[in-house]
């Protein structure tokens, strides 16, 4: 029994060390400043590299260790729209302009991925944030609200059709 | 001798031993500091670079620095300063060359500015250098190291005024060292040969000297900036892309170069009936060595060593000249 005593209190200790030194690092803002350089260093040389994948794990990285920074989300997201991925990157808008609501730069980019996922309805909402922020982005309000409207058309002409199916 | 002319006599007496008092008191009693740095020159440099630096004028920070630096070339604080206000105005090749000496002069500074020079190989566009370079800082982020921190070095105590009368005219160097230096019983003469004034002009001609240039390069000629405003004093900024760096920091591959036309010691004036055209420069394409001096652009243009001289073609055997010095200065 005591050897097994002893190895828990020594794993306990292990553990609390190294939760300790973790946080401790963590907490020294010179080595949080030297990771977010070499990190947003190395997204950017992928990026360049249109290495997609390396990228990816070079702004999760950075994600982890500035979790509150709006202009990293908006980056991020970006990076996101530009490879095909608009919910991911609605997703990372969301979170910009949550963290920063009175950029209308990020309400623009939440609006634009969410053109592309279709969902114009929360387009219009980004535009209009956009365009009483100040931005100057009324083209796209209107676009979206022109697909907004479109869409609608076509989900009336859908249930006719259905309608005209089941009363054959 | 009556009282009244005794009296006079020792008012006269005293003013005079007043007078060697003074003239026998070393400069720092005129009220004179020379700063940490032991020159007053080099400390006004420093304090003007820092203003210039606090007031956002980077440019002008850069050349103060520039100059502390060639007065002092081995005091870290002016390549951090340096450093510091290049990272500001966006001059890379600038931040790479004194993070390289600061590497140079202390090679302990590697291992905690790693992550420095991994970005600045980053923004050179050297991806392929720099992604080793900034994972080995992650790496290394981690373990317990001394702090540095890259900042600009606050003003050093301003060197007070007189100092002209205290070490007289031109005599601008440093100070308390010229008057504490110790002077031995019996100076030791090495012998020497006396040059001729036509050797001593010449004497910078060589690659032997040309190869102590901070940088040397490879490179193309390209063509150069076209501008009306040429003169035999005035030169064109030629247009190079390196291909080979020989020696110093890791410089863009598009080089402008000052193209003088004189090597400074022959033919300083425009020979008669100069005029500048196309067929002064060289062909494109061509293959050249470039020596710099100082791997600081002026006015956006490096200048070489020794004007014209500082460029030499490419050939087999200026390329065995220059590569046989490099190998017996690193196996010095």
């Given amino acids: ?168 | 001798m009556t009282m009244r002319e005794y009296n006079w006599l020792q008012f006269v007496y005293l003013l005079l031993c007043l007078f060697f008092f003074l003239l026998v008191q070393p400069p720092q009693a005129v009220g004179e500091d020379v700063g940490p740095t032991g020159s007053i020159t080099i400390t006004r440099h420093a304090n003007e670079a820092a203003k210039a630096f606090a007031a956002h004028d980077y440019g002008k920070a850069k050349e103060e620095y520039r100059k502390a630096i060639g007065l002092s070339p081995d005091r870290l604080e002016f390549y951090y300063g340096l450093y510091d206000v290049c990272v500001h105005s966006g001059e890379w090749d600038q931040v790479a060359y004194a993070l390289q000496r600061i590497f140079e002069i202390d090679p302990t500074k590697k291992q905690p500015l790693r992550a420095q020079y991994g970005e600045v190989l980053y923004h050179l566009g050297h991806y392929d250098e720099a992604i080793p370079v900034l994972k080995q800082a992650l790496k290394e982020a981690d373990l317990p190291q001394p702090k540095i921190s890259l900042v600009v070095p606050a003003p050093l105590p301003e060197p007070e005024k007189n100092t002209r009368a205290a070490t007289g005219p031109g005599q601008t160097g440093n100070v308390g060292s010229t008057v504490s230096a110790a002077i031995p019983d019996q100076p030791i003469i090495p012998p020497r040969t006396i040059m001729s004034a036509k050797e001593v002009n010449t004497f910078g001609l060589s690659f032997e000297n040309a190869a102590h240039s901070e940088c040397i390069v490879i490179a193309e000629y390209l063509g150069y900036d076209k501008n009306a405003d040429v003169y035999y004093t005035h030169p064109p900024i030629a247009n190079y892309s390196i291909t080979k760096i020989l020696k110093g920091p890791p410089l863009n591959r598009n080089l402008p170069v000052r193209y003088e036309f004189s090597d400074r010691v022959n033919d300083v004036q425009a020979p008669p009936g100069w005029k500048f055209g196309p067929d002064k420069m060289p062909k494109k394409g061509s293959s050249w060595i470039i020596f710099i001096k100082n791997a600081l652009p002026r006015d956006g243009a490096f200048d070489t060593y020794q004007g014209s001289y500082g460029r030499q073609p490419a050939t087999e055997e200026n390329l065995n000249k220059i590569y046989s010095l490099m190998e017996n200065s690193a196996n010095r």
Avoid: W
């Fill in chain 1, 1 to 168: 029994m005591q050897p097994v005593k002893l190895a828990i209190c020594i794993a306990v200790v292990a553990v609390y060390y190294s939760v300790y030194l973790n946080l401790a690092l963590a907490a020294d803002p010179e080595v949080l400043a030297k990771k977010v350089l070499c990190h947003t260093c190395l997204a950017k040389i992928y990026v360049a590299q249109a290495n997609v994948g390396l990228a990816t794990v070079e702004y999760q990285e950075l994600l982890k260790l500035t979790p509150n920074d709006p202009a990293l989300h908006f980056e991020y997201g970006n990076f996101l729209a530009r490879n095909n991925k608009p919910e991911l990157a609605a997703v990372q808008f969301k979170l910009a302009a949550k963290l920063k609501p009175a950029i209308p730069e990020y309400q623009v980019g939440l609006g634009n991925a969410l053109m592309y996922s279709k969902d114009y309805n929360g387009a219009i909402a980004a535009y209009t944030k956009a365009c009483l922020l100040g931005g100057k982005y009324q083209d796209q309000l209107q676009k979206a609200q022109q697909y907004e409207a479109q869409q609608k058309l076509y989900e009336q002409y859908q249930k006719k059709i259905e309608a005209q199916k089941d009363t054959e």
